[in-house]
């Protein structure tokens, strides 16, 4: 069954460092990759998708995610963090019958001053 | 601007009642979902629609119920077999890209049994 492990429940970085969050999948054919973000007490947003092609993904509040099938990950980065980047992460892949997407336990972003 | 409408945003209910939870959509998107997230364990589906009249148990169905009368809406009944019911509970509808289906949510509803 496709599913998407995420091994960090929470991260914490200073406010102007790099980011990289981890997303592992497992999936029979090449994957749809997507993470999505969401804001205390809000809905999820769409980062940035994987469909096909280039390897490397470029998302909405700069991020990026870099698609590696021989380590079947999906790890999404953002060189400098900011303030507001303080949520929940969630990668996600689409289902067995691909009607609907399975999600990770989300990995936690606090941003320190 | 075309989006996802959940109502109400917070709700508290006794023991015992049901409950229903509204999700509109104005986009225009046949496919519809409802998840329940649960601090530390993700999304978990409940329910989901791909057609007018026609809707699928996901993960954890018992408890719920749904009706798909109108392609814009999706409500959810939390009914009083649910024994775990305080949760947020997001609604989220799909459009077709590339051979995947993109969901967009609502901002949620946050149950509360007392």
């Known amino acids: 069954a496709q599913s998407v492990t995420q091994p960090d429940i929470h991260i914490t970085v200073s406010e102007g460092a790099s980011l990289e969050l981890r997303c592992n999948y497992s999936y029979g054919a090449t994957p749809y990759l997507f993470w999505y973000v969401q804001s205390p007490g809000q809905g999820l947003q769409l980062l940035l998708k994987?469909?096909?092609?280039?390897?490397l993904v470029q998302g909405i509040k700069g991020f990026e995610a870099e698609f590696k099938r021989s380590q079947s990950s999906f790890n999404l980065r953002k060189p400098s963090v900011h303030w507001s980047d303080a949520a929940e992460y969630f990668c996600a892949v689409p289902s067995c019958s691909a009607r609907q997407l399975t999600f990770g336990s989300g990995t936690q972003l606090t941003v320190l001053p | 601007d075309g989006g996802i409408t959940q109502s109400p945003k917070y709700l508290f209910r006794k023991e015992g009642q049901n409950v229903t939870l509204s999700c509109e959509q104005n986009?225009?998107?046949?496919?519809m979902y409802w998840y329940r997230q649960d601090p530390g364990q993700g999304l978990r589906l409940i329910y989901y629609?791909?057609?007018?009249?026609?809707?699928q148990k996901g993960d954890i169905a018992e408890g719920y119920s749904v009706s798909r009368e109108k392609k814009e809406s999706f409500p959810l009944t939390v009914t009083s077999a649910q024994k775990n019911p305080t949760a947020f509970y997001l609604c989220?509808?799909?459009?077709?890209?590339?051979?995947?289906?993109?969901?967009?949510f609502g901002a949620g509803s946050r149950l509360t049994v007392l």
């Open positions: 994987y469909f096909s092609g280039d390897t």
């Open positions: 629609s791909q057609i007018v009249n026609d809707f």
């Open positions: 986009l225009n998107h046949d496919a």
């Open positions: 989220a509808s799909s459009e077709r890209r590339d051979g995947a289906n993109v969901l967009t």
